[in-house]
């Protein structure tokens, strides 16, 4: 609230890229009930860099598919840029979701034997297509990750390296204020880790809140992450 009071509280423009309160998920698997993630409160403002790190198995996936509004908690809200997508119908929560979040799955989720440049646009599919303007900025953000020149090659013919900046592309074709990733310098060599890890800081170095689960430390411990979030057991170990 603003100190003369006089203004809306919940401004959106002021509001934090996300506000998740008591957010749990609990998994029912035969007879037996797994709290990947238990009680998680959390509040990221926008504009920093986020790691959730901890042991496989810790919920950190679960967090951020949760974090993402992109997996509903059983339990808890999470609100992006102050609009609460917990409550929402599923095709509401993807409209929000799709202009506010860029996600990059672990497993990545390109599609073989398209070009780099199909998988990039295929966010725009389900809005229509692509538009020049979303061609021009794939293009752009190829060029920038240093893939240009790979636009028109099958996805399958990339590197490792090559790949995770393909999807991270995707990610951000429709230019999402708040950039998820998963697990994103696994499988990597040290100089495409590196690479990844230069890539997410300079994204929030743009305004971007970026928030990356990981085990790996070459990207938790690089002095560029502006906090660490330590998970066990589905829990906030420590912040
Ligand atoms: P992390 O990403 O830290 O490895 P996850 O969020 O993937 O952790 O998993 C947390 C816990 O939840 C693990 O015990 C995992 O086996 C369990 N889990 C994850 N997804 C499911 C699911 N779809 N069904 C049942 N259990 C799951
Ligand atoms: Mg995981």
Do not use: C
Not at 111 to 133: D, H, I, Q, W, Y
């Amino acid at each position: 609230m603003s100190a003369d009071g006089g203004e809306a509280r919940d401004d959106a423009a002021d509001a934090p890229a996300i506000a998740a309160e008591g957010l749990r998920k609990r998994y029912v698997d035969g007879s037996r009930r797994i709290d990947a993630v238990a009680d998680v409160t959390l509040t990221v403002p926008r504009g920093q860099l986020w790691v959730l790190r901890g042991p496989s198995g810790s919920g950190k996936t679960t967090l951020l598919g949760m974090l993402g509004g992109m997996l509903v908690p059983s339990r808890g809200s999470v609100a992006l840029m102050g609009d609460d997508v917990t409550h929402l119908r599923d095709h509401h929560r993807t409209e929000v979701r799709r202009h506010r979040v860029g996600f990059v799955f672990q497993e990545l989720s390109l599609v073989s034997r398209m070009s780099v440049r199909e998988n990039v646009l295929l966010p725009l599919v389900p809005l229509g297509g692509a538009t020049k303007a979303h061609e021009r900025r794939a293009e752009a953000l190829l060029e920038r990750f240093g893939i240009g020149d790979r636009a028109d090659s099958p996805v399958e013919s990339l590197s490792g390296g090559q790949r995770q900046r393909a999807a991270l592309a995707r990610g951000l074709v429709l230019d999402p204020p708040l950039v998820l990733l998963d697990e994103p310098t696994a499988h990597l060599d040290t100089d495409n880790a590196l690479e990844v890890v230069a890539l997410l800081a300079e994204l929030r170095d743009d305004g971007r809140t970026v928030i990356a689960a990981t085990h790996d430390p070459r990207l938790a411990d690089d002095a560029r992450v502006d906090r660490v979030i330590r998970m066990r057991d589905g829990r906030v170990e420590e912040a």
